[in-house]
């Protein structure tokens, strides 16, 4: 194949993601991640992802994609903003994160996800290809990196210096041989706001480095236990994840509101009583909602830890 026709596929390519409502499309070279091993070997001795046992599961899988897709020469990553003004607030006044709203975002994904290989598949032949959002053994965040969806922030997300970092990812691993795009450069410089504006402590000093098992996000929704009363006074009333970070991130106010039917809210939250609501009422509300994966168990679990906060 010609570089011309390398290059014309690969336009027609992000055209089309374009055109399915994703907002950005950015193409990496499918490789063995050397420095992104190393780091990830750390991160896990470390103990950072807590009862997240699954992040040492497939660890040679997870750094090269190669491994995953039987002569993957690309991986196309995308992303699709969900910003909001606001989180939702339930009827106690505790928070929900903003991607949490709407519709699961794993599944609006990778809908889309679906349309795009399908008509790869009519234009190019039967390729071999897995799709993710936010699932199986892929450093997204560092193919997000690689391709120049953004930099890794000191807050250990994605951000993009025209749309900051309210944004989900997902990931097309294929055997196309398609155009690279370049990484892009930091410019967290010397701004500290979201080390010091985490309340538990979850972000290394220095930054880009995240002890998850420390963060609201993983205490709120992976965290199986009773939340340990050493965070009482830290969990600024977040019920369901935390946008602490990304809310006072300086790039966020280049964030714009979302345009993505299945991501507005699915039900008026300032209505929501978990402590009260029934398995059969929260069924119906979250079926398709991020929420069902803390389970009305764990929402009532985090409702009342934080509602002996309110009451001190």
């Not at 994904?109 to 290989?117: D, E, S, T, W």
Request: aromatic residues 12%.
């Amino acid at each position: 194949m010609s570089n011309l026709q390398k290059s014309e596929r690969t336009t027609a390519i992000k055209q089309m993601a374009l055109s399915l409502g994703f907002d950005d499309i950015r193409i990496a070279k499918a490789e063995f991640m050397e420095q992104e091993a190393r780091r990830l070997d750390q991160w896990l001795s470390k103990g950072f992802q807590g009862e997240m046992s699954y992040m040492a599961n497939h660890f040679e899988l997870r750094v090269d994609p190669r491994k995953i897709v039987d002569g993957a020469k690309s991986v196309i990553c995308l992303a699709i903003g969900y910003g909001s003004a606001d989180p939702g607030v339930d009827a106690n006044g505790h928070k929900i994160a903003r991607y949490a709203k709407g519709k699961d975002y794993h599944k609006v994904l990778r809908k889309k996800l679906k349309i795009l290989v399908n008509w790869l598949k009519i234009e190019y032949g039967d390729i071999a290809h897995r799709i993710f959002v936010d699932s199986g053994p892929v450093l997204e965040r560092d193919w997000a990196r690689r391709s120049g969806l953004g930099w890794v922030g000191k807050n250990t997300m994605i951000i993009h210096p025209k749309r900051g970092s309210y944004f989900f990812l997902a990931e097309i691993i294929c055997d196309l041989a398609l155009d690279y795009d370049p990484p892009i450069r930091d410019y967290c410089g010397t701004c500290t706001r979201c080390i010091d504006a985490c309340p538990t402590n979850a972000i290394d000093p220095n930054g880009y480095l995240m002890d998850g098992s420390k963060c609201i996000s993983y205490l709120t929704i992976e965290y199986k236990s009773e939340i340990p009363t050493e965070y009482e006074s830290k969990m600024e009333k977040w019920v369901f994840g935390c946008d602490i970070c990304q809310e006072v991130c300086p790039w966020n106010r280049f964030s714009e509101q979302h345009q993505e039917a299945d991501f507005f809210p699915l039900v008026n939250y300032q209505e929501i009583n978990w402590v009260e609501m029934s398995e059969e009422e929260f069924s119906e509300y979250f079926v398709h909602s991020p929420i069902k994966r803390t389970g009305l168990a764990g929402m009532k679990r985090n409702s009342l830890f934080l509602s002996r906060r309110d009451r001190l």
